[in-house]
């Protein structure tokens, strides 16, 4: 029985039964899944296993959300998305980046809620760019799992969209299963503990105990506070709003 991420226990049989239903159907369903991904599921225990942990074991369940998280990875270009391909200006803003790490080890992603833009034009581009960092995260913890820091400071109800935060939780729940750490909501507005209730019914109950509205000081019960930056309170230097006209994320894709 082994061990994933220090925590989850699966027996190496269950692993194996999954991988290889998959391969068996590898030859007709190819074209639906990108290259890296088949990989991944050739290669990668954890990524297979998540969807069995998902899925409490039962192994037709995984392979059905297997191979419907694959084909919409490669639908959404997931494993081939660059920097290039996505506006610039959600570079610039910083409206989603990478900032450091939770005391459980897990990379936080954070969102910064003042930057968004409810625009049903470019809904696409905003979900590529949201999926776009929770790859990053989830690379950089070797297919773990990772935190989002929903920083609500200085929003505003314009900057309030139902549907993205439809997109963010159902993005956990159907295709990166088991991939979710904490969802803390920072300083969480009066109108946003309005529509709460619309939320909740969105969430799966197995999420409801990760989600914790946070902060500046009970967030560091959960990250400690040379990870948090120090507009939240906390110590590190890592660039969180843009100055001076300097966005670098120290993301090097073109």
């Known amino acids: 029985m082994p061990m994933f991420k220090n925590k989850w226990f699966l027996e190496d ?3 194996q039964e999954l991988r290889n239903k998959f391969l068996d159907d590898l030859p007709t369903e190819k074209q639906n899944y990108h290259e890296d991904d088949i990989k991944r599921v050739k290669e990668n225990d954890f990524f297979v296993a998540r969807y069995i942990l998902h899925n409490e ?7 059905n959300m297997l191979t419907e998280s694959l084909k919409y990875r490669k639908e959404m270009e997931v494993n081939t998305l660059r920097k290039k391909d996505l506006p610039k200006e959600y570079f610039d803003n910083r409206a989603v980046i990478l900032c450091n790490k939770d005391n459980r080890d ?3 992603v954070a969102i910064r809620c003042k930057t968004h833009v409810n625009n049903k034009d470019t809904r696409r581009q905003q979900q590529q760019y949201m999926l776009y960092w ?4 989830l690379r950089q913890s070797d297919w773990g799992a990772v935190t989002i820091l929903f ?3 200085d929003s505003g109800v314009s900057n309030v969209d139902l549907d993205m935060m439809r997109f963010i939780f159902s993005t956990f729940n159907k295709y990166v299963p088991w991939g979710l750490g904490y969802f803390f909501v920072y300083n969480m507005p009066w109108y946003l503990s ?4 619309v939320i909740k019914q969105w969430v799966p109950q197995r999420h409801l105990e990760k989600i914790k509205f946070v902060d500046c000081n009970s967030i560091l019960e959960f990250v400690d506070v040379d990870q948090l930056p120090i507009c ?3 110590t590190s230097s890592k660039l969180y709003e843009p100055k001076n006209g300097v966005s670098r994320d ?5």
Do not use: F, M, N
């Open 57 to 63: 074991k039962d192994i037709e369940k995984s392979y």
């Open 151 to 153: 920083d609500c400071t």
């Open 106 to 108: 897990h990379p936080i």
């Open 13 to 15: 049989e269950l692993v």
């Open 134 to 137: 929770v790859e990053r995260g």
């Open 250 to 254: 120290g993301d090097e894709s073109e």
């Open 194 to 197: 309005a529509l709460w209730k």
């Open 232 to 234: 939240l309170g906390g």
